[in-house]
């Protein structure tokens, strides 16, 4: 047996990354106003998965969402992928995707009740570079107060969510 080749059978996703697969791996993470976005092509049964901690690099210096840094923002993490998933000869018509997170986790500023929070940027980047890439949204679990846990299957592009608890301290007043 070749261990070079071994897959783990279960990955944890940190914010800011993006892991994609045709193994049957379990891929966990854990969401609050973060975003996840999948996609899945069941032509090579090819899945992918990214933890978008903020909505939009910087791309007034020039970003090209290609650095390891940029994959930490929802719109290069969702180009990331699809730029991925092209270089294997998928059509953006052939990608499944799904999206889940953007909860607003933090209570309002005084003051300021109707500023956007990073969920519901996080959302919106999403949504844009989506509709630019003209992507099928297939399923959904956004905004919201409470976090969520995700189980994602790349080989299958099943998702398993579980919507997670606030606690009496993190409830808004």
């Known amino acids: 047996m070749n261990t070079s080749w071994t897959i783990p059978a279960n990955v944890y996703l940190q914010p800011g990354e993006i892991f994609i697969s045709d193994k049957p791996v379990v891929v966990k993470t854990v969401l609050g106003s973060c975003i996840s976005v999948t996609m899945f092509n069941s032509r090579l049964r090819l899945g992918a998965i990214c933890h978008g901690l903020l909505p939009e690099c910087d791309k ?8 390891d840094e940029a ?24 990608i499944e995707v799904k999206m889940f997170g953007g909860a607003d986790m933090f209570k309002p500023i005084r ?52 919507r997670l608890r606030r606690t009496a301290m993190e409830t808004p007043a």
């Open 111 to 162: 003051g300021k009740p109707n500023r956007m929070n990073v969920g519901k940027q996080n959302i919106k980047a999403a949504f844009k570079v989506m509709g630019d890439a003209n992507l099928r949204l297939i399923a959904s679990d956004i905004g919201g107060p409470s976090g969520r846990a995700l189980i994602f299957v790349p080989n299958t592009g099943e998702v398993f969510l579980k």
């Open 60 to 67: 007034m210096n020039g970003c090209n969402c290609d650095s």
């Open 71 to 94: 994959i930490r923002y929802v719109d290069c993490s969702i180009i990331n992928m699809l730029e991925q998933f092209h270089s294997f000869g998928i059509l953006n018509g052939e």
